[in-house]
């Protein structure tokens, strides 16, 4: 599985970004795809993941209520709508797939197998 994300940039406490991650290549038998981030001299972080198929989401309680995960199956493309931005949300964030991942191990980066190349999102005033 190859993926591409996108649409990081520059945006003041309080914006929105909305961040996109083309896939192709052998996607049969996703589980879960999801979305991490990884600030400067930080171990990478779960934000977000869904389901594939189902459609069910998940977040991290620091992004929950204010970042949405969804996907667009006819486009092959995963979303992270982000509003409400803060400072902290500042990192590197980095789209994966998975094919082995159980529910129990979604927010562990090592329970996904593929990852795009990240896109950096900055966020001050």
């Known amino acids: 599985v190859q993926l591409q994300a996108c649409g990081g940039g520059l945006v003041q406490p309080g914006g929105s970004l909305r961040l996109s991650c083309t896939t192709s290549g052998r996607t049969y038998g996703t589980r879960y795809e999801g979305w991490f981030r990884q600030a400067l001299g930080k171990e990478r972080e779960f934000v977000a993941a869904i389901r594939s198929g189902g459609g069910h989401t998940y977040y991290a309680d620091s992004v929950k209520g204010r970042f949405t995960i969804s996907r667009d199956n006819a486009k092959s493309t995963l979303y992270l709508q982000m509003n409400s931005l803060k400072p902290e949300d500042t990192a590197v964030y980095y789209c994966?797939?998975?094919?082995?991942?159980?529910?129990?191990?979604?927010?562990?980066?090592?329970?996904?197998?593929?990852w795009g190349q990240g896109t950096l999102v900055t966020v001050s005033s």
């Open positions: 994966a797939t998975s094919q082995s991942a159980i529910l129990s191990s979604i927010r562990d980066p090592k329970a996904y197998n593929s």
